[in-house]
C-alpha cells in the first residue's frame, strides 16, 4: 500500500513526518513550496513534483490543506486521476457542506471520503498526540485507524461530515477560552499585577489546562510564533457561523471571537498565534501586556 500526503505546513510535515517514521508504508508527498517535501523525504518520505503522482499512485490519499478551493480541488483531481477502492482524508478544516457535496462525487467514482480534522496545532502535530475526529464509513474508519493513530488519538464520530462538525465545537470552544484568556490577561497588566505570579495562582483552578498551560506563557513573554495562526482558527470560525446559518441558529459567543479575529484580520496580526488576539485587548484597553524581554 502506498500512502500519499498533500500540504506540508505547519501542521502537515510534522504530521506525514509520524506517518513516515510509523506506518510503514512508502510514503509520497507534495507541496507546493518544494523545501518542504525535501525535508520531508530528509525524513524518509519520498517528494514528488507533481500532485498526479500522489493521485494515480497512491492508495490512501491524505491532505492537510489552507483553503476550500485547495480543498475541493485535490478531492476533485483525486476522483478524476485514482481508482475505484482509494481512500482520500481530509485532514483540513473543511466546512460540513461542502464534504456533503464532495462525498457524493467521491463515492460516485467507488472512492471512500473519510473528514479527519485535528485539533492541538504545531506541538502535538510534532509529538504525534493530537486529536483526531473522523466522520464517513466506519468499516473504511477502522481500516486506516493505524494510519491515523500514527499523528494523534483518532476518534469515529459518524457519518460523512461529522468530523467537521465535531472540529467546529472544538474550535467554538477554544476561541472563546483564548479570548477569555487574552482579556483576562489585559485586565490583569491594566491592574498592575504580575502576570507569571497570575499563571502561578490559576493554572492549578478551573482556568488552567494544557491550552493554558501552553498559551499563557508566550502571552507573558510576547511570543507569537505559530503553532496554530488566528487565520486557521478564523476559518474555522466562518465555516462555524456559516453552517449555523444553514440551521437557522445563533451563536453568541462565536460571534465576539469572530469579532476579535477580524480585528487580529484587519490589522495584519492574522499569521501570528492565537494568543496574539491579546492584541486586540491592548489596543482597546492601552495597555501593553507582558515583555519580550523575558524571553
Request: proline fraction near 5%; include cysteine.
Amino acid at each position: 500500500m502506498k500512502i500519499g500526503f498533500l500540504g506540508l505546513g505547519v501542521m502537515g510535515l510534522p504530521m506525514a513526518k509520524n506517518v513516515v517514521k510509523k506506518s510503514g508504508f512508502p510514503v509520497l508527498a507534495y507541496d507546493v513550496v518544494e523545501k518542504q517535501a525535501a525535508a520531508l523525504q530528509e525524513a524518509g518520505g519520498i517528494a514528488v513534483r507533481d500532485p498526479s503522482e500522489i493521485y494515480t499512485q497512491c492508495d490512501v490519499i491524505m491532505q492537510m490543506l489552507p483553503t476550500h478551493p485547495i480543498i475541493i480541488h485535490s478531492i476533485e483531481e483525486a476522483v478524476r486521476l485514482g481508482k475505484p477502492g482509494n481512500i482520500i482524508i481530509d485532514l483540513s478544516s473543511t466546512a460540513p457542506d461542502i464534504l456533503l457535496d464532495l462525498e457524493k462525487k467521491v463515492s460516485a467514482a467507488g472512492m471512500y471520503l473519510l473528514d479527519s480534522p485535528v485539533s492541538g496545532g504545531n506541538p502535538m502535530a510534532k509529538a504525534g498526540t493530537l486529536a483526531i475526529m473522523t466522520g464517513g464509513n466506519k468499516d473504511i474508519f477502522e481500516k486506516v485507524k493505524p494510519l491515523l493513530s500514527c499523528m494523534g488519538t483518532p476518534v469515529y464520530t459518524g457519518g460523512t461530515a461529522s468530523g467537521s462538525v465535531t472540529k467546529l465545537v472544538n474550535n467554538m470552544i477554544a476561541g472563546a477560552y483564548l479570548v477569555a484568556m487574552a482579556e483576562g490577561y489585559a485586565f490583569a497588566a491594566k491592574a498592575g499585577i504580575d502576570l507569571q505570579t497570575t499563571f502561578e495562582a490559576t493554572r492549578g483552578g478551573f482556568a488552567g489546562g494544557p491550552l493554558y498551560d501552553n498559551k499563557i506563557p508566550m502571552l507573558i513573554h510576547r511570543d507569537y510564533t505559530p503553532g496554530a495562526r488566528v487565520a486557521v482558527h478564523r476559518k474555522d470560525l466562518i465555516n462555524a457561523k456559516h453552517y449555523a446559518h444553514k440551521l437557522g441558529i445563533d451563536t453568541p459567543m462565536a460571534d465576539v471571537v469572530l469579532m476579535v479575529m477580524d480585528w487580529m484580520n484587519d490589522n495584519g496580526h492574522v499569521d501570528e498565534d492565537q494568543i496574539a488576539m491579546v492584541k486586540y485587548y491592548e489596543d482597546k484597553m492601552n495597555v501593553t501586556v507582558g515583555s519580550a524581554d523575558d524571553k
